[in-house]
């Protein structure tokens, strides 16, 4: 099994999977696992991401990954998932990377593929994302890429109209997406919920719960994911 590149937004998450990989390393290397603290947002996300897989094997550098994660925490969309639950996304989608089109999409609203401009959407590993979620008892759905936030009921609905299966929001995905997509990587992502996607209720949040259940999450996937990737080396080392 070759490494994996595991993406979060600020340190307390980076610290929540670093626990599951027997790490405490403040450089965030743990074994086959490097854990990454990008900043928030996926623009950061997204050129963090690129830095460290274009630095993965050149020179004398770390060696190549075979896998990249988005990681943390995030907003539960109802019906689909609340306080407490983990979702693993299918897809990794930016909901909010497009243009307002009124009388033409959607909400008015007009997404970056649909104009002709890229994608909106990366698909996950379409093998490891529903065996890391089985093995969670995950809810396996997409997971939104946002830049805003959303922090009040209008907005909730807007998005659950344009994208009636999405279980999560975070502000990350997408950008660690594009940056793997550009590499020729699988991606996955993973989020522990930590509050409601709707009005704005700090109150509500559970931080840190959230983040004790990604680490107990990363620490119960990581057998798949060896098992995965494992076995993946091995094709490749038998392939004629």
Do not use: C, K
Not at 109 to 120: E, H, M
């Amino acid at each position: 099994m070759g490494r994996v590149l595991v993406v979060t937004a600020v340190a307390a998450e980076r610290d929540a999977v670093l626990r599951a990989v027997g790490g405490a390393d403040p450089g965030g290397s743990a074994g086959r696992y490097a854990v990454l603290t990008a900043g928030a947002g996926p623009a950061a996300a997204a050129a963090a991401t690129a830095f460290a897989l274009a630095a993965a094997g050149s020179g004398p550098g770390p060696a190549p990954y075979d896998l990249v994660i988005s990681a943390g925490i995030g907003g539960g969309i109802a019906p689909h998932a609340g306080i407490g639950d983990t979702v693993v996304a299918s897809a990794l989608v930016a909901a909010d990377l497009g243009a307002q089109t009124p009388g033409e999409g959607p909400e008015d609203f007009t997404d970056l593929g649909t104009l002709g401009f890229g994608t909106a959407a990366h698909p996950a590993d379409p093998v490891l994302a529903p065996a890391v979620a089985a093995a969670l008892g995950a809810v396996h759905a997409p997971v939104l890429t946002v830049s805003t936030a959303t922090g009040t009921a209008a907005r909730a609905a807007e998005l659950v109209r344009r994208h009636p299966g999405a279980a999560a929001e975070a502000m990350e995905g997408f950008g660690v997406a594009e940056a793997a997509a550009r590499a020729g990587l699988p991606v996955l992502e993973i989020r522990t919920v930590s509050n409601a996607v709707g009005p704005r209720d700090r109150a509500a949040w559970r931080i840190g719960e959230a983040l004790t259940a990604l680490t107990e999450a990363f620490a119960r996937m990581v057998p798949v994911l060896e098992d995965g990737l494992g076995a993946r080396t091995a094709e490749r080392s038998t392939a004629p």
